[in-house]
């Protein structure tokens, strides 16, 4: 029981990353190489923050802020000037990114690792079903499952949502009804990068907080949005229980085969069906 | 009064129209008739600002209007409707429309007024646009661009590939659309439909105006079509 729920919250942290990573692939066509670095640098503002106020619910909420600003910077200045360029470009953008944050995030914090603490109230365990469950991988289950409620109902049934769905769609068309398409990737890459962090920021109490830590994680997001689908919602939350499953119960049983596990996942989605689970067949133009 | 002023468009290092001089004035049903590949699609890009002018001029009600990004003259009043109809087809018919209301203030076409011009439209406002027909989907291009309540409204041959029943339909909804106040330019690669609606007519071939008139002239255009490149 606890393996399961240990699951979730590893689905739920993946989920969250690649949920703002296969919307920016949907929208602007990009994949952001640097979203392991972003959800590095939401895991050290949320450090600071709680450090500096005690209060670790108020970083959660600062910091999907402060880093929705730091996405729409980087979406204005460093990419829409290369959208028509080739892909290289994009990735070594996207690369150069990384290598940036990176410097950035040491120069202010320096190499020690950090940690924040268990928030007062979500430490220590629960006894139910006859196992011990973190009390904080359960909040995390929980705030993730309303995280994946709010982002659908935000994309399904909202106005923003309707122009987003459409402009991912087609951008051009969505263009000449009247849609301010640049507007649309600039929030599309803030909310994906404030998701990231707020990832970050909850994976804080539960990992170590280090320079390396997105790059661990990375991999698996895109393992996950190639699973599900890329630019669909509801394949980054299959792809995300799929991984975090495989993750969480692949530890508890056989460390040693983890990552065979989890990639095999991806080569048999890629035999089986290679567009992902949810995703659509693109027929060649 | 929306036109062009002598406007050259490129494709990369290919030129797609060459001096190009064109206008419709508020309540003309205008007609541009030529082969494939001829720039009529090109000279209807260029007129709503999809698509860049390297020379010449755009102007709009005397207003130069040449850089004016296509989202913005989509609120200035002008809508394109292009060849492949372009429906965003993971959302549903009736959502394609919603876009449109919500991103423009109400006037006179309404989704009520849009679905009583197509009937069949309002069967299929909850079907995916993907799985919509191509009448259907040619409806709903319509629809969806009239919700803009446009001053111009450019078409880029509407009724291609269609069963007569539903070019009769387009027809009639084309003719209600310009007497309801919107100008209307009509791309076709004949005259077949357009000397039923049109109350101007242009030729065009290699990216360059052959022969304009008014319909009392059409038989001379008409051999122009035939004989072959100018």
Known sequence: MSTFVIGLSIAMLLFLLSAGLTLIFGMLGIINFAHGAVYMLGAYVAYQVAATTHNFWLALCVTPLVLAVVGAIIERLVLRPIYDRPHEFQLLATFGLILVLEEAVRMIWGLQLRSIATPPGLSGSVHVFGTDISKYRLFVVVFGAAMVALLFFGIERTRLGLILRASSNNAGMAEMLGVEVGRVRTAIFALGTALAGIGGAIAGPMLPIQLQMGFSVILDCFIVIIIGGLGNIRGAVAGALLIGMTRAYGQQYAAEWIDIATYGVLVVTLLVRPQGLFGIRLRTA | ?230
């Open chain 2, 1 to 230: 009064m929306l036109e062009l002023r002598d406007v050259d468009v490129f494709y990369g290092k290919a030129q797609a129209l060459h001096g190009i001089s064109f206008s419709v004035a508020p309540g003309d049903i205008v007609a541009l008739i030529g082969r494939n590949g001829a720039g009529k699609s090109t000279l209807l890009r260029a007129l709503a600002g999809a698509h860049g002018l390297t020379r010449g001029e755009r102007r709009l009600d005397g207003d130069i209007i040449t850089r004016l990004p296509s989202y913005l003259c989509s609120r200035r009043g002008i809508a394109l409707v292009p060849e492949d109809r372009q429906i965003f087809s993971s959302l549903t018919a009736e959502e394609n429309l919603r876009l449109v209301e919500v991103l423009h203030p109400a006037g006179y076409w309404t989704r009520e007024r849009v679905y009583r011009l197509f009937p069949r439209l309002a069967e299929r406002r909850k079907a995916n646009g993907i799985s919509l027909s191509g009448g259907e989907q040619q409806m709903l291009a319509i629809a969806r661009s009239l919700l803009a309540n446009p001053h111009y409204l450019l078409l880029d041959e509407p009724t291609e590939g269609l069963a007569p029943i539903i070019v009769d339909a387009i027809i009639a909804a084309i003719s209600e659309i310009n007497q309801q106040g919107t100008a209307v330019v009509l791309v076709e690669q004949n005259f077949k439909v357009p000397q039923l609606l049109a109350n101007y007519f242009h030729l065009i071939d290699s990216g360059r105006l052959t022969w304009s008139g008014p319909p009392d002239r059409l038989d001379e255009a008409r051999d122009l079509l035939i004989v072959g490149r100018s």
